[in-house]
């Protein structure tokens, strides 16, 4: 096997490869991104559930504490007073009990008078808030030993709340931890589950976010209307396994579109590998064409010549766009091959063309390495003699890529003037040429691209570059053709500028010999 071809096909394996793999490592991406959201969403969920509860039970309180404050008539533990704790409780959905409050004794509540009071122990130390209320955190009472309370007073007057209150907020699952604080002293009131004092630390802006500490994905959600944040967590192993459920959606997809992928790529690559071995058997089975776009006189519109132009139909009648073959023939060392079947399908076409119109020339692409040898100068020469041209009837074009080796191509170009026959510069201003190119080939035409054509009177920034080559070309006495013309303001424009010849689907698309005979007859 061809070292060269083995090496190709090494690369287009590889690249084939890595196009496949670019979808699977997306879905995994996706997956991991798709599965986090899931649980962050799910997180703040749990959060805003329990900062509802919070909230709600909040509510209750102080309304509670503020309606026996205000029902209070001396003696904070008075019959009515008791009566009214019973009511309130009875009423609230998250308090357990009203009382009374002093020296961090409960004294009375709506269970009746506690004579000396109920000892209040707290696991956190006591906090005092702005409004004057008083929190006891993770509080227990002689009364219930076993069970830590949430107790808030303001003015004497306690409301007295089980501590997994607002956490109780339905099924959740046994891994995920909540917890309430307060933003400002960073105290927790209740919690649930592993809790670390550090989330409560994590900036909150916007009312919420979610983090990862490297352990946790936590959420944190704050109140609008109370000092409060809530707080759900959860391990990030939970959460790499809502990606692997995901995945297990998503991968399948992206493997499929990784497989298409890289099929595609690789039969891409080897269709390009193989195209210089079809391209040999296209010119052996006569598959390369012809069609002539005419060039038109912008002074008298007649048409006064045609350029030449390569085609590839195979076989199966797909044709092959002269931008995909062309480099492929360069590259491979056939392009000299493809100029001599354009120049024997001239031979062929022409036939009784010149006779009949004497004025008329039609126009050859010559590429880099023709217009490195001399074999190129014979086959004009043989042309010229098939068809009883005269030199004006053949107008060789040459790229600016093609000029770029000047000694080498100087002598060709010398021998085609020799011959009489006349030379373009074709897509000036695209490639690589310069004015001193211009001097040193003492060329005969200057072909102004389709690219600067089209920003005639359009405003762009690039409108006045066609201008500019216009007043170039007469300044170096080249005659001018315009390719790509469209529009009438383009035909009018250049004409008005100077320029004499055109080109362009505004007069005719490329066609085949027989049609040209027609259109110029």
């Keep these: 096997m061809d070292l060269n071809f083995q090496a190709r096909l090494t690369v287009a394996i590889c690249a084939s490869v890595a196009v496949g793999v670019i979808p699977i490592l997306l879905s995994f991406t996706l997956a991991q991104r798709q ?55 009875l009423s609230s959905q998250d308090i357990q009990t009203m009382g009374y409050i002093e020296a961090g004794r409960l004294l009375c509540s709506s269970m009746g008078l506690h004579g000396a009071g109920l000892p209040i122990s707290t696991g956190t130390p006591v906090t005092r808030g702005t409004d004057g209320s008083t929190l006891y955190t993770r509080a227990r009472l002689p009364i219930a030993p076993d069970i830590t309370f949430i107790i808030v007073a303001r003015n004497g007057y306690a409301a007295v709340m089980h501590e997994a209150i607002t956490l109780d907020i339905g099924p959740s699952p046994d891994h995920v931890s909540m917890a309430t604080y307060s933003p400002g002293s960073k105290t927790f009131r209740s919690q649930r589950g592993t809790i670390k004092p550090a989330w ?6 916007g009312g919420q976010t979610t983090f990862d500490d490297g352990a946790h994905l936590v959420a944190l959600v704050a109140s609008q209307r109370f000092p409060t944040v809530t707080l759900a967590a959860t391990p990030l192993s939970e959460v790499h396994q809502s990606s692997r459920q995901v995945a297990k959606f998503l991968v399948p997809f992206g493997v499929a579109a990784g497989l298409a992928l890289g099929l595609l790529a690789f039969l891409m690559a080897r269709r390009q590998m193989g195209m210089p071995a079809l391209l040999r058997a296209a010119l052996k089975r006569g598959e390369l064409f012809l069609l002539y776009q005419p060039i038109m006189d912008l002074q008298s519109g007649r048409c006064i010549g045609a350029e030449a132009l390569i085609r590839w139909r195979q076989p199966d009648g797909t044709i092959v766009p002269p931008d995909v073959f062309i480099p492929v023939a360069e590259k491979s060392g056939l392009i000299q091959r493809v100029t001599e079947r354009v120049l024997e399908i001239v ?31 014979e086959l ?31 002598q060709v170009i010398d021998a085609i003037h020799a011959l009489g026959i006349e030379v373009a510069v ?28 089209d920003t005639l009177a359009t405003g762009a920034a690039t409108s006045q570059v066609a201008v500019h080559i216009i007043e170039m070309a007469k300044a170096l006495k080249l005659r001018m053709i315009a390719e790509g013309v469209e529009t009438e303001d383009q035909a009018r424009l250049l004409k008005e500028r100077g320029v004499q010849f055109a080109q362009g689907w505004l007069f005719a698309r490329p066609m085949p010999m027989a049609a040209l005979l027609s259109h110029i007859a």
């Design 347 to 377: 031979a062929a076409d022409a036939g009784s063309l010149f006779a009949m119109h004497p004025g008329f020339h039609v126009s050859v692409n010559l590429a880099a390495a023709d217009l490195k040898s001399h074999r190129t100068v």
């Design 200 to 205: 409560a630390e994590h900036p909150l802006i």
């Design 380 to 410: 004009l020469a043989q042309l010229m003699h098939k068809t009883g041209a005269k030199a004006h009837n053949i107008l060789v074009e040459a790229t600016e890529r093609g000029l770029m080796d000047a000694d080498e191509v100087r």
């Design 35 to 89: 599965g986090r959201q899931i649980e962050e969403d799910r997180l703040l969920s749990y959060a805003r559930n329990v900062l509802f509860r919070s909230e709600r039970a909040t509510q209750q309180l102080y309304a509670g504490i503020d309606r026996l404050a205000r029902a209070r008539h001396g003696d904070p533990c008075a019959p009515a007073q008791i009566a009214l704790m019973s009511e309130i409780d």
């Design 426 to 453: 074709d897509d000036f201003g695209t490639g690589y040429s310069s004015l001193s190119y211009l001097e040193t080939f003492a060329l005969d035409y200057l072909k102004i691209d389709k690219s600067f054509v």
